[in-house]
């Protein structure tokens, strides 16, 4: 089955600061990657997605890079606010079918 | 995006008793829901897939006969944890796709927290 790596495991930023979090996946045959939100005791949120047959998608603040060759994808946080902090989880899975998800990444951005 | 509402949020039970968690996609109608159990400062663990008239699908390493899933209608599943004990405690979510919006995109619905004592 697939298997998602994530890191860093914590991230601790300045405001304003960029951040990126890197993901690795194992099942050459996974073409959907999301990025969730999560905010402590709350449900998982959807920030961005990317599937396989483009390499980068953008939305305001936030970016993800997907490199299929080397199975790995990225979410890149720029200009970060204090409410960016949360942990965010990196999913790899093939469209109809199930999600693997990273261990998480927590991300602190300080004032 | 799609809504998925949980019911119960929260729940305190007594070991040995059974609890029933609702997952309800509010305005679409899903064929397939997951369920997944997460524990503090933990991943999401997929436990199960719910498909709408027909048999869960579980991961491997999970009881179907303690948690029991039922997916009776096109907007509602149920899990069910039997006999639980206090390891049973944690959070369980549930996530749901509108195949009107994305084949692949699943939506969660806020979690249901659950303690047995």
Redesign the interface.
């Known amino acids: 089955g697939e298997n998602v790596e994530q890191h860093p495991s914590t991230l601790s930023v300045q405001e304003g600061d960029s951040a990126v979090i890197k993901c690795t996946y194992s099942d050459s045959a996974s073409n959907y990657f999301p990025w969730y939100k999560q905010e402590l005791g709350k449900r998982p949120q959807l920030i961005i997605d990317i599937r396989s047959n483009v390499g980068e998608k953008k939305d305001q603040r936030i970016a993800v890079t997907l490199n299929k060759t080397a199975k790995h994808f990225s979410l890149h946080i720029t200009e970060t606010q204090p409410e960016d902090s949360a942990v965010y989880f990196c999913a790899a899975g093939r469209g109809y079918s199930t999600l693997t998800f990273g261990k998480g990444t927590m991300l602190l951005v300080s004032p | 995006?799609a809504v998925v509402s949980q019911h119960p949020s929260w729940v305190i039970c007594k070991s040995g008793t059974s609890v029933k968690i609702e997952c309800r996609s509010l305005d679409f109608q899903a064929t397939t829901m997951?369920w997944y159990r997460q524990f503090p400062k933990?991943?999401?663990?997929?436990m199960a897939?719910s498909n709408e008239g027909s048999k869960a699908t579980y991961e491997q390493g999970v009881e179907k006969d303690k948690f029991l899933i039922n997916h009776a209608s096109l907007t509602l599943s149920t899990l069910t944890v039997t006999s639980a004990h206090p390891e049973d405690s944690s959070f369980y979510?549930c996530s749901a796709r509108d195949p009107g919006l994305s084949?692949?995109?699943?939506?969660?619905?806020?979690?249901t927290?659950l303690t047995v004592l």
Do not use: A, E
Not at chain 2, 42 to 46: A, E, F, T, V
């Open positions: 995006g997951f933990q991943s999401l663990m997929l897939t979510i084949t692949d995109t699943q939506y969660f619905g806020p979690g927290r």
